[in-house]
């Protein structure tokens, strides 16, 4: 993860470059003026971003849009210092397929990640705190991934939305989130959520999101909730 003052992130031996937003518009805009360092966009070269320090306290971190190519975000840390209900996001992936955000530190955001329309995406190995929402996912998306990656002190850690599906959330931890660590809401179906660590919220796993839930749902079916820890939660567990 990105680590201290000086913005080396730990692992890669890499300064982080300060610079404004980003904006990806089309597979034609990964281009190394809006960031991108590397790549071809296939599997085997996706497009790299990397290692960048981007303030979200007056815009949105990287907003990629209307993609397929495959891309990689990664090294990156983005916050908004102490401002999170600006209304600004850390990374906004809207109908865009084939990404991967690993790595990275997304603090203090009004939504760390969100996504709209979205398919065949990961997360991992990256860290989301002081966010209004750590990760929120809705409007049809679909095959998300996330894995190995902390989850604490946000108002909410995980919310799926408005029919997503066939969502893998597993190997995460979610500890001391105010409302609620993972949700599922209205129509979502198919997803797997698996040895996580849901502890210190208000409520362990509840069928409603009343506030301070680990792993809630409503009106969702045929999900796999499986082999999950909910411990030190102030109500229930689930």
């Given at each position: 993860?990105?680590?201290?003052?000086?913005?080396?992130?730990?692992?890669?031996?890499?300064?982080l470059?300060?610079?404004?937003?980003i904006?990806?518009e089309?597979?034609?805009a990964?281009t190394?003026?809006?960031g991108?360092?590397?790549?071809?966009?296939?599997?085997?070269?996706?497009?790299?971003i990397?290692?960048?320090?981007i303030?979200?306290?007056?815009?949105?971190?990287?907003?990629?849009r209307?993609t397929?190519?495959?891309f990689?975000?990664?090294?990156?840390?983005?916050?908004?210092?102490?401002?999170?209900?600006?209304?600004?996001?850390?990374?906004?992936?809207?109908?865009v397929?084939?990404?991967?955000?690993?790595?990275?530190?997304?603090?203090?955001?009004?939504?760390?990640?969100?996504?709209?329309?979205?398919?065949?995406?990961?997360?991992?190995?990256s860290?989301?705190a002081?966010?209004?929402?750590?990760?929120?996912?809705?409007?049809?998306?679909?095959?998300i991934n996330?894995?190995?990656i902390?989850?604490n002190?946000?108002?909410?850690?995980?919310?799926?939305s408005?029919?997503?599906?066939d969502?893998h959330?597993?190997?995460n931890?979610?500890?001391?989130?105010?409302?609620?660590?993972i949700?599922?809401w209205?129509g979502?179906?198919?997803?797997?959520?698996?040895n996580?660590?849901?502890?210190?919220?208000?409520?362990g796993?509840?069928?409603?999101?009343?506030?301070?839930?680990?792993?809630?749902?409503?009106s969702?079916?045929?999900?796999f909730?499986?082999f999950?820890?909910?411990?030190?939660n102030?109500g229930?567990?689930?």
């Amino acid at each position: 993860s990105v680590l201290g003052g000086d913005y080396e992130v730990g692992g890669a031996g890499s300064i982080l470059e300060e610079r404004n937003g980003i904006m990806i518009e089309g597979d034609s805009a990964f281009t190394s003026a809006n960031g991108v360092s590397s790549g071809s966009g296939i599997l085997s070269d996706p497009y790299i971003i990397e290692n960048f320090s981007i303030n979200t306290s007056k815009t949105n971190g990287i907003v990629i849009r209307n993609t397929s190519s495959h891309f990689l975000i990664r090294n990156c840390l983005i916050t908004g210092g102490n401002d999170k209900r600006s209304g600004f996001s850390g990374i906004s992936l809207i109908n865009v397929k084939n990404g991967s955000v690993i790595n990275c530190d997304i603090n203090n955001n009004h939504r760390g990640i969100i996504g709209e329309g979205s398919s065949d995406t990961e997360i991992k190995n990256s860290t989301f705190a002081g966010n209004m929402y750590g990760i929120l996912f809705s409007h049809n998306c679909r095959n998300i991934n996330i894995t190995d990656i902390e989850c604490n002190n946000n108002s909410g850690g995980i919310r799926l939305s408005h029919e997503v599906s066939d969502c893998h959330i597993a190997n995460n931890s979610f500890r001391k989130n105010r409302y609620s660590g993972i949700v599922l809401w209205d129509g979502c179906s198919g997803n797997t959520i698996e040895n996580n660590t849901c502890s210190e919220s208000y409520w362990g796993v509840t069928p409603e999101d009343i506030g301070g839930s680990g792993i809630y749902l409503r009106s969702s079916d045929n999900n796999f909730i499986r082999f999950n820890t909910c411990s030190e939660n102030t109500g229930y567990g689930i």
